[in-house]
């Protein structure tokens, strides 16, 4: 398999140095629009090339760079049939750019793999979703250092990130409109929401809390199975903003295309 990445950040760079040692991976093409990034992971097996290239080459392509990449390289990659892994995941809270992108891979049998990220329980919530799913709310939880809400949002409540000494909540609402303004740190809203499926209504509350040690996701689903409550403290990855859950889970996530066996729902 010939595979592309783009974006080399903590996430990009991980794929490409454990798929260099995966089976059936053959060759390995990176692009970064910091042209440095991709230069510095070129060795035997990895080549740079643009995303014009990889559409000509690749039978899977990685989306590790931001929600405005995913617009840009899935649309005409599934256009060909070419399968993707997406990590930005907040991208898909523009419903119509999801079903857009659903409704062509459906035509050219191309997949789109959205991976759980830093969170877990996926699982067990697609499976409730069968079922039907009563509530799901996620509560994030964020160190003032590691959140970057939009200008938007800054001007819009007049919170000033720095005076804040205790817990405190700064957004409560749906995925896509916490998408809007933390377009970098709510993406496991977006894809809870997606794999809940249509007609749940999911919560997003999302605090600033000086006093963690690390970024924490608590989730709460409840449905006809019964309930369920998690909670997850994410260690960082070289890069402060991803999680090294967010890392793991790209990387499990190829095995897995890779693999004949699949365990899980």
């Not at 760079?13 to 260099?20: A, D, F, K, N």
């Not at 303004?181 to 997003?204: I, K, W």
């Not at 890392?247 to 890779?258: E, G, K, Y």
Request: include cysteine.
């Amino acid at each position: 398999m010939k595979l592309g990445v783009i974006g080399c950040g903590a996430i990009g760079r991980r794929i490409v140095s454990e798929g260099l040692m995966m089976e059936g991976i053959e060759t390995i093409y990176v692009h970064d629009r910091h042209g440095e990034r991709a230069e510095s992971l070129t060795t035997s097996g990895v080549h740079i090339a643009n995303p014009s290239t990889m559409l000509d080459e690749c039978e899977l392509i990685v989306e590790a760079a931001s929600p405005a990449a995913v617009r840009e390289i899935v649309l005409p990659a599934v256009d060909r049939g070419i399968d993707v892994i997406v990590m930005s995941s907040g991208a898909f809270a523009d419903r119509p750019l999801f079903r857009e992108i659903e409704r062509r891979a459906a035509v050219t049998a191309a997949r789109v793999f959205v991976p759980s990220g830093a969170i877990c329980g996926i699982d067990a919530l697609k499976a409730a979703a069968v079922g039907g799913i009563e509530r799901l709310e996620i509560n994030t939880y964020k160190r003032p250092g590691s959140i970057r809400p939009t200008d938007e949002f800054l001007e819009r409540t007049g919170i000033d990130l720095v005076s804040i000494d205790s817990p405190t909540l700064v957004f409560e609402g749906a995925p896509e409109e916490g998408i809007r303004y933390f377009p970098r740190n709510v993406n496991v809203s977006a894809t809870l929401d997606l794999a809940a499926g249509a007609g749940v209504e999911t919560v997003l509350r999302v605090y600033i809390d000086p006093n963690i040690e690390h970024n924490r996701h608590e989730i709460v689903l409840e449905g006809t199975f019964g309930r369920l409550v998690i909670s997850l403290d994410n260690v960082p990855s070289e890069n402060p903003g991803t999680s090294e859950l967010a890392v793991l889970s790209a990387i499990s996530t190829l095995r897995s295309i890779l693999s004949p066996v699949r365990i899980g729902t």
